[in-house]
């Protein structure tokens, strides 16, 4: 049996996920389908580019942009080898998307290196997100917008969260975030730009936190987190990670980047918190944080 260019191309294309190859300039020369469903880019806006061209930008849990210096697929390439590694790639709506990247570099016929080919697997429990979402829809717990729990879902899971450590005495963490300058921006770009912040903002949190713990839209700019079974150490680690990954989040308007930074506060249930002092402290943190310069968390 012999195999054509279409039929090959007929194959990557029904892959699951995500895959391009690239030229010895890492120029993406084929964008697979999968590709295109996992980073919303089409192959027409892609094929000619290269991934660092407002396109995939990847970067590491620090916020390292790894275009530069870190490329996996550059190392594949220089080094003839097989790489892989856990990154966050820019989607065309803003966010960032974790996935898991194999690398391994392509061969002519003698033996030369011509480019390399990328597989990213999408690592954002998405799966499982769409069914929760679907469940929350149905029962009016979901933001319109932002399409992550509302306020309303979040207060039901906080006394829930009250009602278990009673019972199994296991401590949980609660942030509150909300994005700086939000209304200079909605006045500077339009309430269309906002409300794209707003949702790749959301997104992103979506794919930091863990799959046992509850996100929400608190209102306007606001945003809520529960974290379960942490110790002070981990919220502080999770709102880092979630403030660095927005600071490099953006979508394009016009070709220009728009992007925000957030400023959070979070704390650690004690003995004797209500829900209502557990809220407060979280929300007194959260003013200490912009009176610090924003672009910063407090935790305690």
Request: hydrophobic residues 40%; proline residues 2%.
């Amino acid at each position: 049996m012999k195999f054509t260019e279409d039929n090959f191309i007929n194959i990557l294309d029904a892959l699951y996920d995500g895959l391009y190859i690239t030229d010895l300039e890492r120029k993406i020369i084929f964008w697979n389908k999968a590709a295109e469903k996992i980073t919303g880019f089409s192959s027409e806006e892609v094929v000619g580019t290269h991934c660092s061209d407002n396109i995939l930008v990847h970067i590491d849990d620090t916020g390292r942009n790894l275009c530069f210096g870190s490329c996996p697929l550059a190392f594949a390439i220089q080094n003839s080898s097989s790489e892989e590694a856990p990154v966050y790639l820019h989607h065309k709506n803003g966010q960032r998307v974790p996935v898991i990247v194999k690398v391994c570099p392509l061969y002519d016929d003698a033996g030369k290196i011509i480019g390399a080919v990328e597989l990213f697997s999408d690592n954002s429990k998405q799966k499982k997100d769409e069914v929760k979402l679907k469940e929350l829809e149905e029962l009016a717990l979901l933001d319109a917008l932002t399409r992550i729990p509302n306020r309303l879902f979040l207060e039901n899971q906080l006394r829930a969260a009250f009602e278990e450590i009673k019972r199994f005495h296991i401590p949980f963490g609660f942030i509150f975030l909300d994005i700086d300058n939000f209304k200079t921006l909605n006045d500077c770009y339009g309430h269309i730009s906002g409300d794209q912040v707003l949702k790749f903002v959301a997104s992103t949190i979506q794919n930091v936190i863990r799959p046992f713990d509850t996100a929400s839209r608190w209102g306007g700019d606001e945003f809520a987190i529960i974290l379960h079974n942490v110790t002070q150490q981990t919220v502080s680690e999770i709102a880092d990670r979630i403030r660095v990954l927005i600071k490099n989040s953006y979508y394009l308007k016009d070709n220009k980047r728009i992007s925000v930074t957030i400023s959070l506060g979070g704390t650690i249930i004690q003995e004797n918190d209500t829900i209502e002092s557990l809220i407060a402290r979280a929300d007194n943190l959260l003013y200490n944080s912009k009176k610090s310069g924003k672009n910063y968390i407090t935790v305690s």
